[in-house]
């Protein structure tokens, strides 16, 4: 991806007076910072942003300015970024599973606190020299609903497990903390409540007071029907951690990824060809920013905008491909688009500021797309 910026009033401004034939991200940094200000005002905690759903320098400059100044990083990569643009910035380690030599980055970059969900990665973090009275979370995972996707299935230790974790990390003078992650896009708040309770048992069986509960990212961003009411995942979680741990409550830490970054890009498609079987071809696919759609379903957000005129034709079910010659390259099922687009148009589709370039492949020789800088996106 390449990081050209220019000022533009809206991507459809951009569209019609440049004509690009590739792909064109479009950033309003001003939708990040209130994003940003919007989980800072409202989550009743310490907000980190993820970082691996957006790692672009602009998008953590700007949360910096907003006011983050925690971040979740997995990889010496992602601390490095961070560290370079805020040597002062929090850093959580959070991903679970990690080498002797990582570990020895995280040491040297100062990271504040760890999660574990094994008895051997916490003995790693003992004998690689993590400082006594850092924090270390215990990882929970619970067979629960809500998400569009599971992260349980990857990470994370069954309540017996993690009450022995919590133990042993009392014991080995770390800070004991707990952690779950609900899964993606998920816009249940008895996902968070299910987790909360739970983290209340385990550290009661493990005789352990908590000092934080870090509740994860997952929050749902907006990609079909109404937006999701994050204020009221906020006030659910305060609300079920004031249950489950009464007057003994520990603080609360969250690390939103895509709710915080998704509403600020839109990516602009065009349309290179529309067969006689009525078959749409895109220049970018799932290999490329659209690759969450497979996962997680279309978006309903999807603007066309054209050299011709508005189009404003009766919705029609396409069949929708990506550019390269690989057949998978098809977003799933049929897309309802404008039934009077044709060849030449672009297609914008609103809120893929998450794991969209985080994750985009030059397979083929497409995926190169270009950031430019918006006042807004609609
Ligand atoms: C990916 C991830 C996040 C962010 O998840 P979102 O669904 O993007 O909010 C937060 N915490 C951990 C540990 C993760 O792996």
Not at 45 to 69: C, H, I, Q, S
Request: charged share 20%; proline share 6%; hydrophobic share 45%.
């Amino acid at each position: 991806m390449s990081l050209v910026t220019a000022l533009h009033a809206s991507p459809s401004q951009h569209l019609l007076s440049q004509s690009p034939d590739h792909p064109v991200l479009y950033f309003a940094p001003s939708i990040l910072q209130s994003s940003a200000k919007r989980f800072l005002t409202g989550f009743p905690g310490l907000v980190t942003y993820a970082v691996k759903a957006n790692d672009a320098e602009e998008v953590l400059e700007n949360l910096m300015t907003a006011g983050v100044d925690a971040f979740d990083v997995a990889s010496p990569f992602e601390m490095a970024r961070v560290k370079k643009l805020m040597p002062t910035a929090v850093l959580h380690y959070n991903n679970p599973v990690r080498s002797e030599a990582e570990i020895a980055t995280a040491i040297a970059h100062g990271v504040t606190s760890y999660s574990v969900d094994s008895l051997g990665e916490l003995q790693k973090l003992v004998r690689c020299g993590v400082p006594e009275s850092t924090e270390v979370s215990v990882r929970l995972r619970l067979p629960v609903k809500g998400a569009a996707y599971d992260f349980g299935a990857k990470f994370g230790a069954d309540p017996e497990l993690a009450a022995i974790l919590l133990k042993a990390v009392a014991e080995a003078g770390f800070a004991p903390s707990m952690t779950f992650h609900p899964g993606t896009q998920c816009a249940d708040p008895a996902a968070w409540r299910a987790y909360i309770d739970i983290c209340a048992d385990v550290a009661g069986h493990a005789g352990v007071r908590l000092q934080r509960l870090n509740v994860g990212g997952g929050y749902a961003a907006h990609r079909t029907g109404a937006a999701p009411d994050l204020e009221a995942i906020f006030a659910a979680i305060e609300l079920a951690t004031i249950d489950a741990f009464g007057g003994d409550m520990p603080s609360l830490v969250c690390e939103p990824g895509r709710a915080m970054v998704a509403e600020a890009f839109s990516l602009a498609t065009r349309v290179k060809a529309i067969r006689e079987d009525g078959a749409v071809f895109l220049n970018d696919g799932i290999y490329g920013g659209l690759a969450e759609l497979p996962i997680l379903g279309n978006i309903d957000r999807i603007e066309p905008v054209s050299l011709a005129c508005e189009r404003s034709g009766d919705p029609i079910d396409f069949v929708v491909f990506g550019p390269t010659c690989d057949s998978l390259d098809r977003l799933p099922g049929t897309v309802p688009l404008a039934g009077d687009i044709s060849e030449g148009d672009w297609l914008v589709w609103h809120g893929l500021g998450a794991y969209s370039t985080a994750t985009v492949t030059r397979f083929n020789g497409y995926g190169a797309i270009e950031v430019v800088t918006t006042d807004r996106l609609a």
